[in-house]
């Protein structure tokens, strides 16, 4: 009998489901996967009942719904001052990790290089083994996760295509800076490579932490796919409604792709996810505020446990190192803190393949839970459990 595809046979399976699963049959409160336990706001639902009941029931664009392709070239325009036209350079997709597959896959040829950071989000991998490219991770370590401009440097190849760049950052919740971005961007265009900006965290920034665009600087908008979702900005992530934003040229391709690939994002969805985005500037106040309170119960719980929290400028993930003396790894930790405190974590070494090592030393815990959730939380981490 033949095999399924080698490429496939380099997968490995996503940790999230069976952390999840591992935290519902023991009854842990479940701060491993990365999205909420509250619902959206409900103004947002009656708009998909409402597109429910117009003409939208049917196949879409499939490069998306005109209505949404309009509000997001809006919406960039004045948060970011960046213009994309919804017809030509702006594309919607089912989550930010079918534009990241569509991206992958409209840049690369076999035997290309990608360099990546780790801690990365695990699609990146997996989309680039698909391709049968070649994945070139730079470890960003701890305490500040800082650019390691050095290690990057030597990473370069004249094969290397692309750079895959994740800000705000999860899991160390780290924002680039500004001069970091210029560093990187110097570096992009000296070694004439693109770059996948994945931007699904842009409204989760925290003090005085601004997220700004790659494709903002200069020399970077050909060069860059900038992608983001409604995911995480409208409390939705199983409604799958993200975009990429390209260029015409890097566009048609990524929509080459998408087409064949899933055609279209559902429809109702896109067009109640453009209505929302038209009050995105007034929703995304108390949403921030909201944010920093959770943030904050969360922080302040786990540096009164054994852990050690890193800040994070961004996101809604808390990196914690693990104590020196505990010898063990970021696995038997979360097992252990599962079973005995009954919180559960992810595991962040899945995010590494050059240094797992690295990853063995930290847990995460996402903070996108009810206020009460994180309280109830904070107490098991600091009680003893059976
Ligand atoms: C860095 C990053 N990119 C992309 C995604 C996925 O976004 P979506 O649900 O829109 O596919 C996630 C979700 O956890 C993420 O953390």
Known sequence: MKKPSANVGLLKESIFSEMTMKANQLGAINLSQGFPDFDGPSFIKDYVNEAMEGPYNQYGPPSGAMALRLSLGE???????????????????????????????????????????????????????????????????GPDFGLPIEELEKAFTDKTKLIVLNSPHNPTGKVFSKAELQALSEMIIKHDVFVISDE?????????????????????????????????????T????????????LTKAIRMVHQFNTFGAAHPLQVAVSKAINKIEDYLVPFRESYQKKREIL???????????????????????????KNKTDVEYCFELMESKKVAAIPPSAFYSRSPEEGQKYVRFCFAKKDETLRSAVINLLEAKG
Request: some cysteine.
């Open 299 to 325: 922080y302040e719980g786990l540096k009164k446990s054994e852990l050690q929290p890193f800040l994070p400028e961004g996101t809604f993930f808390i990196l914690c190192q693990i104590p020196q003396g």
């Open 200 to 236: 699904v965290y842009e409204f989760l920034t925290f003090d005085d932490h601004k997220h700004i665009p790659i494709s903002s600087l200069p020399g970077m908008r050909e060069r860059t796919i900038m992608i983001s979702s409604s995911g995480k900005t409208f409390s939705f």
């Open 75 to 141: 919406m960039y325009k004045k948060i970011y001052g960046l213009s994309y036209d919804p017809n030509n350079e702006i594309t919607v997709t089912n989550g930010a990790t079918e534009g990241l597959f569509c991206s992958f896959l409209a840049l690369l040829d076999p035997g290309d290089e990608v360099i990546l950071f780790e801690p990365y989000y695990d699609s990146y991998l997996a989309s680039i083994q698909m391709v049968g490219a070649k994945a070139k991770p730079v470890t960003l370590r």
């Open 238 to 249: 199983g409604w799958k409604i993200g975009w990429c934003l390209a260029s015409e040229e």
